[in-house]
Nanobody, 124 residues
Framework: VQLQAFGGGLEQAGGSLRLSCTTS????????VAWFRQAPGKEREFVAA????????YYHGSVKGRFTISRDKAKNAVNLQMNSLKPEDTAVYYC??????????????????WGQGTQVTVSS
């Protein structure tokens, strides 16, 4: 499964960006899909996930209410709508796919497929 993440860019604080993750291989129908991010000098951090087991969504507390993860089956894509952006959202964002157990949905464990990352920069 090859993933491609795109949609990043430079945005002002309070603005919005939409990231997309697509696959040229099998559809996302049988995978959980998540977004992680990594800021310079920091560890990779969970952002949001869409779990295939129960079709529920999960969010890091810092983005809850601002970010929305969704599946677009017609386009075989998973999107991350990011609103009310803050400078601390600045990072490289990665999409990942796999079959983690629910208790590990917010960890990198169980995600065997990763996109190349897309830069998001939020200016104050």
């Amino acid at each position: 499964v090859q993933l491609q993440a795109f949609g990043g860019g430079l945005e002002q604080a309070g603005g919005s960006l939409r990231l997309s993750c697509t696959t040229s291989g099998p559809t996302f129908n049988s995978y959980s899909v998540a977004w992680f991010r990594q800021a310079p000098g920091k560890e990779r951090e969970f952002v949001a996930a869409s779990a295939v087991q129960n079709m529920r969504t999960y969010y890091h507390g810092s983005v809850k209410g601002r970010f929305t993860i969704s599946r677009d089956k017609a386009k075989n894509a998973v999107n991350l709508q990011m609103n009310s952006l803050k400078p601390e959202d600045t990072a490289v964002y990665y999409c990942a796919a796999g079959r983690p157990i629910i208790s590990a949905i917010s960890t990198t464990l169980g995600y065997g497929y990763w996109g190349q990352g897309t830069q998001v920069t939020v200016s104050s």
